[in-house]
Every structure is written in C-alpha cells, then in structure tokens.
C-alpha cells in the first residue's frame, strides 16, 4: 500500500521534521562556501583540489544566474572566484553587474585587485579607498590599504604610500612583505631609521627574507 507523505510526516516528531528541513537545506550549493574551501586549499598548496572547488563555485554562480535567481551573494562569490583564478577582466565584468543589484564592499575590494592587476591604478585606487572608506575595519581592510600602499609606491609618491602600508601594517602584522615594501618607501624618503625599524620587523617575522636583509645592508652603506 502506498503511503501518502503529508499523512507520514505528521506522525513524526517535531525534531525529527526540523532535522529533515535542515538537511535539505544545507544540500543546496553554496558557490561562498566553495569559495573558501578552494581559498583554504590553496593556501596549503593544494592547487589542483583548490581549483576544482573554484570551478563549483563559478559553475554554481552561473547556475543561479541563468535561473534568474541571483543574488548580490552570488555576484560576490563569484568575484572573488575568478580573482583566485586570475580571470581579471571576468572580475571587472560581473562585478559591475553585481554592483548594480547593490553596494557589496567584498565585490568593490575584489574589483580593486583586479583593476590593479590589470595596470589600471587609478580605477584600482578608486576602488580601494571606496572599500576603505565604507568599512575601515572590514575583513579586507588590510588588504586595500596594502594596494592603496602599492600603488602609491609604483607611482614614487613614498609618503602617501608610507601612511597605506603603516595601515595595513597594524591591520595585519604579520606579514613579513608588507613591512618589507614599508621598509623601501620609507627607504625612498630617506627615512632611514624608520626603513630600518621595518625591515628589522620583517627579518623578525622571516628570518630568511633576503630582500629584507638586503634592505638593511644598503642602510649601512649609506
């Protein structure tokens, strides 16, 4: 005898129901989670599996798209995806269109590190100070205030770029590359014993820099 589903789940527990819904719901895909699983294997050099995560993650971001049920989420993941996978122009494009459901501050940042990439400075810089401005302690604060710094330093304006990177650096203080670029804008200024003081931070946190200790070399030199 076939038995009718709506008469079987109203004999079940409640908790058992509540289970059932909360299986079903995190079978859906989620293009984010993706996103940082691939974000996370490649981080331990775990290339290959990382890509096919990021793969998922596209695929699924294209699926909602397509199904016309986007949303400012899905543009978000599926920026960040293609910056990982360096398909910069990608990022600009479908950045843009997410922008145009909402202000997304992840899908401005990622567009920032895009347009740098790409050699346009001025659309990167404008990103990141957008970023910055809306969420100065957001999760990618660090992060633009390091390409505001790069660009300022690729443009010799070593002050402006000196300020970024001190920003960045009480962010995140312990990556030893970002004292290390402090190290030469300061360096650039003739700041030398605030260029010293960086790069001795750097040699701290990675003892084997080289460039690091190059740095404090051409300081004694001079």
């Known amino acids: ?9 109203k004999f079940l527990p409640p908790a ?19 996103f ?3 974000r996370d294997l490649e981080g331990q050099g775990r290339l290959d599996e990382a890509e096919n995560y990021y793969q998922e993650a596209v695929q699924i971001c294209f699926n909602e798209i397509n199904g016309k049920t986007a949303t400012v989420d899905t543009y978000a993941a599926l920026s960040l995806t293609l910056l990982r996978q360096e398909k910069y122009a990608d990022v600009i494009t479908w950045g843009e269109q997410g922008l145009k459901l909402r202000n997304d501050y992840r899908i401005v940042e990622a567009m920032g590190e895009a347009y740098f990439f790409l050699g346009n400075y001025n659309s990167s810089l404008r990103c990141m100070q957008r970023y910055v401005n809306g969420l100065p302690e957001g999760e990618r604060a660090g992060t633009a205030y390091f390409f505001i710094g790069e660009i300022y330093r690729i443009q010799k304006k070593f002050r402006y770029a000196d300020t970024a990177y001190t ?3 009480k962010l995140q203080p312990s990556l030893p590359l970002w004292w290390y670029r402090l190290g030469t804008v300061r ?4 700041e030398k014993s605030a260029a010293r003081e960086a790069y001795e931070q750097a040699l701290k946190i990675s003892p084997g820099y ?7 070399e051409r300081l004694r030199r001079i």
Do not use: K, Y
């Not at 080289?210 to 404090?216: D, F, I, K, Q, T």
């Open 210 to 216: 080289s460039r690091a200790a190059e740095g404090l």
């Open 187 to 190: 360096e650039g200024a003739g």
């Open 36 to 38: 940082r699983t691939g």
């Open 16 to 34: 058992l129901l509540l289970i059932g819904v909360l299986s079903f719901s995190q079978t859906r895909p989620d293009a984010m989670s993706n």
């Open 167 to 169: 920003i960045a650096v």
């Open 1 to 9: 005898m076939m038995i009718n589903a709506f008469h079987f789940r």
